[in-house]
T-cell receptor, first 115, second 115 residues
């Protein structure tokens, strides 16, 4: 079945460090790929997305590229800030033939950025 | 901006009680979703609805039911609450229909404790 695997956290970084969060997925066909972010005490909000192979999603200095050959969608940011402290979720979404569709979220990776 | 609101941020109930969690979205979205979020498990889909009075089971529907009498409102019902239903419940909506690249917009969540 569909699954999303993210690196376990917490990931602790100093301000201005480089951040990478690995995400790999298993799914039939060509799912859409998403990164959502959850700040403390809030619901999830979309950070970026990519809907086809080799697409790059970007937002707020974060980037991720849809790699079909490695079934990956790793999240990167060149210089993190304390305000980037949050839980990050990788997710997939795809059409299915036997039901309405399939949505899958990873377990989430907590990122802590210290001054 | 899309707004998804949930009726309660925190809820404490007794085992065996019937529990209603309400979710309202204000952007005329077709699709609405209920997830539960547990540490280490990420988000798991309970039910979703793609139209008024229409619903589909997600990955963990046991012990839950849903109701969508109006387009903007999607209710999650715990018929007889149990302690293993203690969790964070997140509601989401997306534009639809059947576009799997669509962003989901999340409410702030309801933290439910069943004693």
């Amino acid at each position: 079945g569909d699954s999303v695997t993210q690196m376990e956290g917490p990931v602790t970084l100093s301000e201005e460090a480089f951040l990478t969060i690995n995400c790999t997925y298993t799914a039939t066909g060509y799912p859409s790929l998403f990164w959502y972010v959850q700040y403390p005490g809030e619901g999830l909000q979309l950070l970026l997305k990519a809907t086809k192979a080799d697409d790059k999603g970007s937002n707020k200095g974060f980037e991720a590229t849809y790699r079909k050959e490695t079934t990956s969608f790793h999240l990167e940011k060149g210089s993190v800030q304390v305000s980037d402290s949050a839980v990050y979720f990788c997710a997939t979404s795809r059409r299915t033939t036997d039901s309405w569709g399939k949505f899958q979220f990873g377990a989430g990776t907590q990122v802590v950025v210290t001054p | 901006d899309v707004k998804v609101t949930q009726s309660s941020r925190y809820l404490v109930k007794r085992t065996g009680e019937k529990v209603f969690l309400e979710c309202v979205q204000d952007m005329d979205h077709e699709n609405m979703f209920w997830y539960r979020q547990d540490p280490g498990l990420g988000l798991r889909l309970i039910y979703f609805s793609y139209d008024v009075k229409m619903k589909e089971k997600g990955d963990i529907p046991e012990g839950y039911s849903v109701s969508r009498e109006k387009k903007e409102r999607f209710s999650l019902i715990l018929e007889s609450a149990s302690t293993n239903q203690t969790s964070m419940y997140l509601c989401a909506s997306s534009l639809g229909p059947r576009d799997w690249g669509e962003t989901q917009y999340f409410g702030p969540g309801t933290r439910l404790l069943v004693l």
